[in-house]
Each structure stands twice: as structure tokens, then as C-alpha cells.
């Protein structure tokens, strides 16, 4: 049942420990240190790269300054944020438009169907992402596949510019991140208590309001975390826009990689990286609260 | 202008090349109390998705107030259901819940507030509108999901075995609130259950099924005083039943012969000279003697008690009968009775008053 899930997963976590113990604390201090050494020590030093200074003998180096901060209220920077905020956002959005009915239509299937269909998702995944990024290439250049396919059929007369453009960096951030929107959402609708949508149904709620009260609501959850799981890539893949956005599409991944790599400034790709790092703390928070506070919503 | 709120007309549903409903023909009428009794996989539960409009008749026809339902989806159908499961809905406080169905009738605001109001009122559930229905007990989630559904002032309510995850006491409170509901509103409801003592005590009429098929419909009286057949016999109640011969017949009385003994009963079927019959006795009807007791024991049986049940109110005792048959006899703690302890292993005389039983004919 869909109500009192919680509890039973609350159920299903509470393992009296006794003679785990070692155990629990072995495997726990090896996640800690991990975790430690890998996580938080490298924002550590990027947290404090961020107020560092460079010139063109070091990389890093004194005085200590707010100049790198200053320097992102440039509109030049500031612009790339909003432009990599907009194609994620619409990544998302074209995602979950995308994802939801597949993964809608999947949870209803039975077992055997929902397997095989599972299976055909992650196949192409078994490949490296970079590999079918630039086959993408392929497809979609101007004497590509699909602009072969479009002239032969008389459908166009000369080859669309699909590669190097924000439309073949959509294509392709949609691509590699569809999964991870189709995932969380299966696991959740196959949750949704079907006798609840009879319910609704019964009582008089058309197919939109079911929809729109009923399931949506229910699958809420699920729609969320699949956006964070598609949203968060989608702002930081970096090669997906240079390979396939030629030099034209800059987001913040390409541009914190831009920092670091090209123009060798450190301090600067520092802060991007913090400021980028705040904002998506301040979306998580956001959503976190909002699943909260419903708990607590009273009656309206 | 037909008075029947719902009529199923050779209604019959196949699933998977099973045949889960056999042509059936019902009528019911406006405002009565109707339980669909049977034993799980019986077709109840599919015949309550094919009036709500769930699934649709492979034949036949219902009617819902004298129109043809066929093709109409559930949402259009003036009938809501009460489900096993509740099925309220987890992310919507009580109020909402209630509110639901005239939300979607787009009922006006003020409106929406005085009827939630006065529904929740009717079950007793005012203090509870702001929870959410994981916070309520059993009982009040039943109330909840019946509240939600009589909202909207259904011609028919269907109510698919909501009492079955109760707990006995919880149940018997339940069944005498939702008898007094239905007269309260004047809905038609549609009551399935599997607890025979249930479909007694709250129906207008019962309608037994078994198999995809319905035995019998009557009013609780008739189909245990009278039942159709042995499967409408046997399902309710506690039933004796004995292979009989026909051996004289005149008018009213036939006289039959049970294990050698003559036996008058009155039958309400016609009958021939030596036509092979049941006669079924219910465990409270027949009567022990213990043997020194007895001193013409032309009518009775002779049997040894085999087991001995202590119920509180009444004592069940089987007796294993001359013949080997087993029967139940229960015996209420009468101050006349001469004898009211039996122990395994006492001799007995069973017999009961002519007229009490009832005559089927014989089934193999």
C-alpha cells in the first residue's frame, strides 16, 4: 500500500545490532574516510583555492581576496548561468515529458514485458557515453544520417545545421540523461496503489482529474527525483556541449573545465564552482522543504 | 417507468476463456439493503466491477434506473463503491477525501463546505477532517471511504466486503451503523460478503452465489428457512441432511423413510411415490435424549456422542449416528431440559418435530 511506506521502510532499515557491531563500524569509518579523502578535502581546498589569488608563475597563490567572486557579477559569466539554468531546465522539462509516459506505461506492463523493456533502456548505457556522443556525430552532421534519410525522402532540399547548435546539445543531453528521469519515476508509479485510481475514478474524476489529483500527486516524489537526477548532470556534462555544441554552447561545466584547464585559473574556476555548488544546496533545499512541509499541510 | 434501481438481464462475463458469471437476472429495487453472499471466487466482486462500470458485460444488459449502462465509464455511472481495501486517498486529509466527489462535479465552494460538513457529521467524524487518513483507526477509515462515497448521493452503493478486516466487536458495531445509514439516506446499497451470519442480520434480501451463478435470491428468512438447494443450504447456516425415499403421499403429509424409519414431513414441492429425497435439519431444530430418558423411541435415531463443542450460549454436540453418518446437534441451556452435560461416548436418541425440517429433492 502506498500510505505507510515510510514506516515500513523505517521498519526495514531498524536492524538491532549486537554482535554486527565491528562490522557496522568497519564498513561505516571506510565510507567516512572515503568520503572524507575524496568528497570533502577537495571542496576543502577549492572552498579555499577560491579566495587565492593567481599570476602567471603559480598557479595558486597569496594574497588572499574576494576579487574572484567580484569578478562572476561580470554579465559575461552571469549569462552563461542563466543560459546553463535555461538548457538544463529545458533538458528536464523535455525529460519528464518524455520519461513520464514511458515510465508510466512500463509499471503497468507485466513482469516478463517490463523486464525485456527495462533491459532495451539500459543496454545502450553498457556503452561508454562519450562513444555514443559522438555518434551522435554521425548522425547528426550535415551529410549525416538523418539529413540523408529527410533530403532522399524530398522532405528537405538542403541538410538542416542540426550539429554544433543548442538543438543538438538538447538532443544529446536528452539522450544521456532520459534514464535517469525513467528510473526513479518506474519505481515510484509502481508504487501508486491502482485501487486508488479506481478509487477516483468511481467518484466521479474524468481522466484529467484523475490524472491531475490523483496520480500526479502520488508520483510527485518520484517526478522530483528524477528531475534533481537530470538537472544536476545536465549543468556539469561538459563534453556533451563540446563535442556537440561545437564552440557556441557554454555552460558551467564547460566553463569551470574552461578555467581550470585553459585559461589556468584556478581561484576563478574555484568560485564558480562554489557559487554553482550554493545554488543547487538552495534548489535541494527548496525541495526538501516542500516534501516536508506537505506532511505538515493542514486543512485549506 | 421501471421501479428497480438497477436490472442485470442475462448478464454474463467471461475472463480468459473462464466463465466467471453465468446469465444473470436481477432486479433491484429502489432503497433496499441487498447482500451478494457467497464464498471468495464466486463472481461477487467481478459483478460489483461490472455494475460500477469497471469492466464491462461479455453478454447481457444493465440497466441503471431503467438505461442501458453499456459503454458508460465508471465516472458517468451514478454508482459509487466502498472498496475492501478503503482505497482512500493517502495524500488528502479526511475533508478532502469527502470533498472529492463534488470537486469533480465542480459544485460551488460554499456548497462543498456544508455538505462535507454535514457528511462527516452523519459519520461521526467532524474532529477528524484536518487528519490524513493513515491517522485514523480502522473503523474511522471505513467511515471515511463510506462518507466519501455517499456524498455524492449515489442512486446505488456498492459495498465490496468492507467489513472484513475489522475485528469482531469493531464488525458488529460497523454492520448495526451502516444498517442504520442506509435507512437514514435511503440509498440503494449493494453489500458483498462471505459471512453468511452478516448477510442475515443486515439485508432486505440476499442474493447466494456460487460459482458464477445465482442459487437463490429471498429475504434472509426465506433463504435459510427455505433454501433452493443443498449448495444454498449448506453455505448458510449449519445444515443435517438425510437421503430419504418417498413411501406414501397424501396431500400435505408424505410419509418418507429415513435409515428404515418412517418419518410425516411437509413438504412444499410435489412429490412422487418413491422419489429419493433430502431432508435437511438445522443443528438447532433436532433434539437429544439421552436414552434412559426415552422410553418410545419409534421416531428417533440411536447414536453415540462423538464430540462435545462448549460455545457459551449453546453446546454443539456430533453425534455419530447408527448408520456411521455424523451430524450437529445444537442444544441451547433450556431450564426444562432434564440433561444438559453430555461426555464423548454417551448413548443418545436423536429425533426433531415433524414439520421442521425442510424437503429438496435429491442431488447426486
Known amino acids: 500500500m502506498q500510505y505507510g511506506s515510510r514506516g515500513f521502510r523505517a521498519g526495514k532499515w531498524y536492524c538491532p545490532m549486537r554482535h554486527d557491531n565491528k562490522v557496522k563500524i568497519f564498513s561505516l569509518s571506510i565510507i567516512w574516510l572515503w568520503l572524507a579523502l575524496f568528497a570533502l578535502l577537495p571542496f576543502g581546498l577549492i572552498a579555499v583555492a577560491s579566495f587565492l589569488s593567481h599570476d602567471q608563475t603559480n598557479l595558486l597563490s597569496l594574497p588572499l581576496t574576494f576579487q574572484n567572486y567580484t569578478t562572476l557579477r561580470n554579465t559575461i559569466y552571469l549569462t552563461i548561468f542563466e543560459q546553463s539554468f535555461y538548457l538544463a531546465g529545458l533538458c528536464t522539462l523535455i525529460c519528464l515529458i518524455l520519461g513520464y509516459p514511458f515510465a508510466y506505461f512500463i509499471a503497468q506492463c507485466e513482469k516478463r514485458l517490463k523486464w525485456l523493456l527495462l533491459l532495451l533502456t539500459i543496454i545502450p548505457f553498457w556503452t561508454s557515453s562519450l562513444i555514443r556522443t559522438y555518434s551522435m556525430i554521425t548522425l547528426l552532421k550535415a551529410k549525416g544520417v538523418i539529413n540523408s534519410i529527410l533530403c532522399w525522402l524530398g522532405i528537405i532540399h538542403q541538410p538542416l545545421p542540426i550539429l554544433f547548435s543548442d538543438v543538438a546539445v538538447m538532443i544529446g543531453l536528452v539522450y544521456n540523461l532520459l534514464p535517469f528521469m525513467i528510473f526513479p519515476l518506474i519505481t515510484n508509479i509502481e508504487r501508486l496503489d491502482h485501487r486508488l485510481v479506481d478509487a477516483a475514478r468511481d467518484l466521479g474524476a474524468n481522466r484529467l482529474t484523475t490524472f491531475s489529483k490523483i496520480i500526479l500527486p502520488l508520483t ?80 485549506a | 417507468m421501471t421501479t428497480n434501481v438497477l436490472e442485470l438481464r442475462d448478464v454474463s462475463k467471461t475472463i480468459h476463456g473462464q466463465d466467471i458469471l453465468r446469465h444473470l437476472n436481477l432486479e433491484i429495487r429502489h432503497g433496499e439493503f441487498l447482500t451478494l453472499l457467497g464464498s471468495s471466487g464466486c463472481g461477487k466482486t467481478t ?49 478532502e477525501n469527502v470533498a472529492f466527489g463534488l470537486r469533480c462535479q465542480k459544485r460551488p465552494k460554499d456548497e462543498i463546505q456544508q455538505r462535507v460538513a454535514d457528511t462527516l457529521k452523519i459519520v461521526k467524524l467532524e474532529k477528524f477532517a484536518s487528519r490524513k487518513p493513515q491517522k485514523l483507526s480502522g473503523g474511522q477509515q471505513q467511515r471515511v471511504a463510506i462518507a466519501r462515497a455517499v456524498i455524492n448521493q449515489p442512486l446505488v452503493l456498492l459495498l465490496d466486503e468492507p467489513l472484513s478486516s475489522l475485528d469482531y466487536h469493531l ?51 426465506q433463504v435459510y428457512e427455505e433454501p433452493a438447494n443443498l449448495s444454498v443450504a449448506s453455505f448458510i447456516g449449519e445444515v443435517n441432511i438425510f437421503d430419504a425415499t418417498v413411501v406414501d403421499h397424501q396431500e400435505k403429509n408424505t410419509t418418507v423413510d429415513i435409515q428404515g424409519k418412517r418419518y410425516t414431513v411437509k413438504s ?3 412429490l412422487r411415490l418413491n422419489q429419493k429425497i433430502h431432508v435437511l435439519v ?45 451430524i450437529t446437534a445444537t442444544k441451547f441451556f433450556n431450564e426444562d431440559d432434564d440433561k444438559l452435560e453430555y461426555v464423548i461416548g454417551d448413548a443418545v436418541w436423536v429425533t426433531w418435530l415433524s414439520g421442521w425440517e425442510m424437503v429438496l429433492p435429491h442431488e447426486t
Open chain 2, 282 to 326: 438445522r443443528p438447532e431444530d433436532l433434539v437429544v435424549w439421552d436414552q434412559n430418558e426415552v422410553t418410545d423411541s419409534t421416531n428417533m435415531f440411536a447414536g453415540i456422542v462423538e464430540e462435545v463443542i462448549y460455545k457459551g450460549t449453546t453446546v454443539d454436540l456430533i453425534v455419530r449416528l447408527s448408520d456411521k453418518q455424523l
Open chain 2, 268 to 270: 412444499k414441492i410435489s
Open chain 1, 220 to 299: 510527485l516524489p518520484g517526478i522530483l527525483s528524477g528531475c534533481i537526477l537530470v538537472f544536476l548532470p545536465a549543468m556539469t556534462i561538459f563534453y556533451i556541449p563540446d563535442l556537440l555544441g561545437g564552440s557556441k554552447a557554454m555552460l558551467l561545466g564547460n566553463l569551470i573545465q574552461n578555467q581550470f584547464l585553459v585559461a589556468q585559473n584556478w581561484p576563478l574556476g574555484s568560485a564558480i564552482s562554489i557559487v554553482f555548488m550554493l545554488v543547487l544546496v538552495c534548489l535541494l533545499l527548496i525541495y526538501w522543504r516542500s516534501t516536508r512541509g506537505k506532511a505538515k499541510r493542514t486543512l
Open chain 2, 171 to 221: 464488525r458488529k458495531t460497523m454492520q448495526i451503523e451502516l444498517k442504520q445509514l442506509q435507512r437514514k439516506l435511503g440509498i440503494t446499497f449493494i453489500f458483498v460478503t462471505h459471512d453468511q451470519e452478516e448477510a442475515l442480520s443486515m439485508s432486505d434480501r440476499v442474493v447466494v452465489m456460487h460459482e458464477g451463478n445465482i442459487e437463490q435470491v429471498g429475504t434472509p428468512r
Open chain 2, 47 to 95: 459483478l460489483l466491477r461490472l455494475i460500477s462500470g469497471f469492466e464491462e458485460p461479455t453478454t447481457g444488459a444493465i440497466y441503471i434506473n431503467g438505461k442501458d449502462a453499456c459503454g458508460l465509464p465508471p465516472h458517468l455511472r451514478h454508482v459509487h463503491t466502498v472498496f475492501q481495501s478503503y482505497a482512500l486517498f493517502p495524500h488528502m486529509t479526511v475533508w
